[in-house]
């Protein structure tokens, strides 16, 4: 199998989009996250761009909470090919004899559960700090 340079294939907006879309998180609330200078409009026109700032990068990186690297360097087919070479029969005999009792696709969906519980909660401390700091100024 001779390969090519896999760095052709990644395309930094599609994988922004996948990493979002798995943490349950919508463009508008990326959009929110990034600034004033952001809207729905915008991420969507991000997420179709191959090759993206690093700036932009970073940031999203932190708001997503997953390292530049895996935006920049996250090959789906790349990632297929290496799951399905080392799933062969050492590892069907060895699932034979040890059944798994937890479910990793139940574990995972549980996992961005969580992520998107507090992330609505951050929200709603963020929505209820703002209240709060408006009150303090129309005080002033």
């Not at 989009?17 to 600034?35: D, H, P, S, T, Y």
């Not at 952001?38 to 932190?62: G, P, R, Y």
């Amino acid at each position: 199998m001779t390969h090519t340079n896999s760095n052709q294939k990644i395309h930094q907006g599609r994988n922004i989009k996948r990493f979002r879309e798995m943490l349950g998180i919508k463009q508008e609330v990326l959009a929110f996250e990034l600034g004033e200078d952001w809207n729905q409009k915008k991420i969507s026109l991000l997420e179709q761009k191959e090759a993206i700032e690093t700036s932009i990068l970073q940031q999203v990186s932190q708001i997503l909470k997953i390292p530049v690297e895996a935006i920049e360097n996250f090959d789906e087919e790349q990632a297929i090919n290496i799951i399905a070479s080392n799933f062969h029969g050492d590892a069907v005999a060895y699932a034979e004899n040890y059944k798994c009792t937890i479910n990793p696709i139940e574990k995972i969906i549980e996992l961005h559960e969580e992520k998107i519980l507090l992330y609505e909660r951050m929200l709603k401390e963020k929505d209820e700090m703002m209240l709060r700091l408006e009150k303090l100024f129309e005080g002033k």
